[in-house]
């Protein structure tokens, strides 16, 4: 069988991939030397050697998720856990015995826009895993008993995540961004929709979209990679496509015309959760960077604007933050905290205050100073081990992510100043029409809930995120 080679990507003049870290300091910072290669089913291949230890990591990475399930929310997320449920010719627990024998990990989920299957493990069982894992990605079983005991654990889980607003607001805050929208659609499903899935579905949907022309094989360790190659190649060569391809499709854009609060009425609450923001970026933006570094000093660590007055000033919480949430189309930017029911209003005055010092103040050159410093600490440390960079090559597929992303960081930190920061922000913070989610006891907290825009009321016990159809 033949492949096509598509790159060859140099790591450039500081850093050669095979002999040195991915981060000898900040300054040098660079991403490794891999390969690319296409072979002719359409499977993506990414092939990177890293030597400092005898471990390799491998992942399938599928162009699938929550925003595929339309009518039956949860189906990408019990399909991706379920590839772990065995194979045709294994099951469950022959697997499990197979990698925890041997010390490896076995991991799989699905996301909103990609689906993932994990391994990590020793150079020297390389041979007995990695077709294990090529046979658990091109043969899954979905055995019936199995995939129903996952089905209710799943729909338990759904039944008491509610208990804790934490572990929702998120969730409702892009049903509220996104409406009816695919990167609207709650990547665990609903107790119903859950409670629905069948195994036929489950067959149908990875038929569907578990396909080499839809996939990538990342493969970061110790290897020779014209030997790993060859394996990759036999393992995975004769995986075929049924059907058309499916096709990009538009996930939908954020919905701020006007400022708006979705109120969800939890009665036990004593406390509130809530998120303010709007829409972001993709995560394959120009300004993905840059905007790190700005988030860091608005809200992305514990000397943050928001954490200090929130938290250390005014001891209305004990934590508040900021975070830019990227897509591969689009994204949302969200200031996250909770705080007791009573001082809703105080917390909720002061977040948008503080929120409000990015155009009032603006940022000096010695703030943004001190967030470069510790964007540099914090940034490369992420991509150190094979696990970590296999997972930014998959991300990198998954949202078509150019190298030259990482391999500039440096610059885009460094070259970043206080009349840039100032129009990033303006660009890229979203400032009016500001949508707000409030988890908490709607009879407490209704009267603040009104100040900041339309109120829509939801209860916290209604299966779903989103409002009852009217």
């Known amino acids: 069988m033949t492949y096509t080679k598509i790159a060859v990507l140099a790591a450039g003049t500081v850093l050669a991939a095979a002999t040195l870290p991915a981060t000898a300091t900040a300054a040098e910072f660079r991403l490794p030397a891999f390969e690319t290669v296409k072979l002719p089913n359409g499977l993506t291949v ?16 599928v162009k699938a998720g929550a925003v595929n399930d339309a009518a039956q929310p949860g189906l990408s997320n019990l399909t991706g856990d379920a590839l772990l449920l065995g194979t045709t010719s294994r099951n ?16 799989g ?10 391994a990590n493990f020793a150079r020297k069982d390389a041979a007995a895993l990695l077709p294990l894992f090529a046979e658990i990605v091109q ?7 199995e995939l129903a005991k996952l089905r209710d654990r799943k729909v338990i889980g759904l039944k008491q995540a509610k208990e804790a607003p934490r572990n929702v607001v998120n969730t409702y805050y892009r049903a509220m961004l996104f409406g009816s929208a695919p990167y609207g659609i709650p990547a665990s499903g609903t107790v119903g929709s859950v409670s629905a899935l069948k195994q036929a579905d489950v067959r149908r949907y990875y038929g569907q979209f578990y396909r080499p022309d839809n996939a990538a094989i990342v493969v970061v360790g ?15 060569g004769a995986w075929k496509a049924a059907g058309p391809a499916p096709q990009q499709q538009d996930n939908g854009k954020v919905q701020a015309d006007r400022s708006r609060v979705w109120l969800v009425n939890k009665p036990d609450a004593i406390e509130t959760t809530f998120l303010i923001g709007g829409a972001g970026i993709a995560r394959n933006d120009a ?18 604007w928001l954490n200090d007055e929130l938290r250390v000033n005014s001891g209305l919480t004990y934590g508040a933050n900021s975070q830019f949430s990227v897509l591969s189309q689009t994204g949302t930017f969200a200031i996250s905290s909770f705080t007791a029911s009573a ?54 597929y998954a949202s078509n992510v150019g190298r030259e992303q990482i391999d500039n960081f440096t610059r885009d930190v460094d070259s ?8 990033l922000v303006n660009q890229h913070f979203p400032r009016n029409n500001l949508q707000t989610v409030l988890i908490g006891k709607a009879d407490d907290i209704r009267d603040v809930a009104k100040k900041y825009g339309d109120v829509t009321e939801l209860d916290i016990g209604t299966d779903g995120f989103q409002p009852a159809a009217k």
Do not use: C
């Open 46 to 61: 990414y092939l990177m050697e890293r030597h400092e230890v005898p471990l390799i990591s491998v992942r399938a990475v």
């Open 92 to 107: 469950k627990k022959a697997i499990d015995e197979a990698f925890d024998f041997r010390g490896a990990r076995l991991a």
């Open 109 to 118: 989920g699905a996301g909103a826009e990609a689906s993932t299957v994990q």
């Open 139 to 145: 043969q899954p079983s979905f055995d019936e008993a």
């Open 222 to 236: 110790d290897f020779q990679k014209d030997e790993m190659r060859r394996q990759i190649e036999s393992l995975f």
């Open 287 to 304: 300004d993905y960077v840059p905007l790190q570094v700005l988030n860091t000093i608005l809200g992305g660590r514990f000397t943050s």
């Open 343 to 396: 001082k809703t209003g105080d917390a909720l005055a002061l977040a948008h205050k503080t929120y409000q010092r990015l155009w009032d103040k603006g940022i000096d050159k010695a703030t943004l100073d001190s967030a470069k410093a510790y964007v540099k600490g914090q940034f490369p440390p992420r991509y150190e081990t094979g696990e970590q960079l296999a997972g930014l090559l998959g991300d990198m």
């Open 416 to 423: 970043l100043t206080p009349e840039r920061a100032k129009a």
